[in-house]
């Protein structure tokens, strides 16, 4: 059962996906927050230079939104890998170092946080199994989303089972790229050329989502689905690195996502 949702002082505008219906979830925006300056909104990224309590703050606001309690908002330290934790509770601060959580416990909701990369939700409803991926490219590329299906079947899932949804992520005509870049991928698979279009002069645009759906199709999950919401292009909504270096500033606000039972 679906607990209700608890009203915030300031209202919050997460996203959330049809596929996942009868999961609470959401893919908060950064609407709603108490940061100010660059962080303007509901900045959850404690390795920002926010200011730590506002930061906190804007966790509290996340987890009541979610029906738990702020310790039962889980994040873990992200690294950019495909390290996936199973959780029974939550692990402490700081978390373990890993870009994937799975757990199989009520009232545990789990969260990573991005500003351009991929988050993505997973949940096998009648396993009663959820999970939450942090995948830019290099996790991707690395297998975190395989990783984290793996982790999910361990604790009771089936992937044919499981819905996954990706939420705002870099789109691919913001995803500029050098000719180094995609050589990383053409080495290690030449099919992933059809996820490269031709920029301007020895650029490329590269398709993140796209190439995420690919995994997860390719992994038998099933379902997989992208929001469709590009951080790069709506500066009103999200976060954004690319942006934020674009534009110089020293630093940038984390968007969070998160699921639970």
Same mark, same amino acid.
């Given at each position: 059962m679906v607990p209700p949702m608890v009203p915030v002082t300031m209202r919050l505008d997460p996203l959330t996906s049809d596929a996942l219906a009868g999961?609470?979830?959401?893919?908060? &925006?950064?609407?709603?927050?108490? &940061?100010?300056?660059?962080?303007?909104?509901?900045?959850?990224? #404690?390795?920002? &230079?926010?200011? +730590?309590?506002? !930061? +906190?703050?804007?966790?509290?606001? /996340?987890?009541? &939104?979610? #029906? !738990?309690?702020?310790?039962?908002? /889980?994040?873990?330290?992200?690294?950019?890998s495909a390290r996936v934790v199973l959780?029974?509770? @939550? @692990?402490?601060?700081?978390? @373990?170092?890993? %870009?994937?959580?799975? =757990? +199989? =416990?009520?009232?545990?909701?789990?969260?990573?946080?991005?500003? %351009?990369?991929? @988050? /993505?939700?997973?949940?096998?409803?009648? +396993?009663?199994?959820?999970?939450?991926?942090?995948?830019?490219?290099?996790?991707?590329? %690395? #297998?975190v989303l395989e990783r984290t299906i793996k982790v999910m079947e361990r604790a009771g899932a089936a992937r044919s089972r499981i819905t996954a949804v990706i939420g705002p992520s870099i789109s691919q005509r913001a995803y500029e790229v050098g000719p180094e870049f995609i050589r990383r991928f053409l080495d290690a698979d030449a099919d992933t050329a059809r996820f490269?279009?031709?920029?301007?002069? %020895?650029?490329?645009?590269?398709?993140?989502?796209?190439?995420?759906?690919?995994?997860?199709?390719?992994?038998?999950? #099933?379902?997989?689905?992208?929001?469709?919401?590009?951080t790069c292009s709506d500066p009103a909504r999200f976060y954004s690195c690319r942006r934020a270096h674009h534009q110089g500033h020293a630093d940038y606000g984390r968007l969070i996502s998160a699921i639970r039972l």
């Open positions: 999961v609470r979830h959401g893919f908060f &925006s950064r609407r709603g927050g108490a &940061s100010t300056g660059i962080f303007h909104g509901l900045n959850c990224g #404690g390795g920002s &230079s926010d200011l +730590a309590a506002t !930061v +906190a703050l804007n966790r509290e606001r /996340v987890a009541q &939104s979610l #029906g !738990v309690a702020h310790d039962h908002l /889980v994040t873990v330290h992200q690294i950019h959780l029974e509770a @939550p @692990p402490g601060t700081p978390g @373990p170092k890993a %870009d994937g959580l799975v =757990t +199989a =416990t009520a009232g545990l909701a789990l969260a990573v946080l991005t500003a %351009d990369c991929m @988050p /993505v939700l997973f949940a096998d409803r009648r +396993a009663g199994v959820i999970g939450a991926a942090h995948a830019g490219w290099r996790g991707a590329r %690395d #297998g490269f279009t031709q920029g301007t002069g %020895d650029r490329y645009l590269f398709d993140l989502p796209g190439y995420g759906l690919m995994r997860l199709r390719t992994a038998g999950v #099933g379902r997989a689905e992208w929001t469709r919401h590009c």
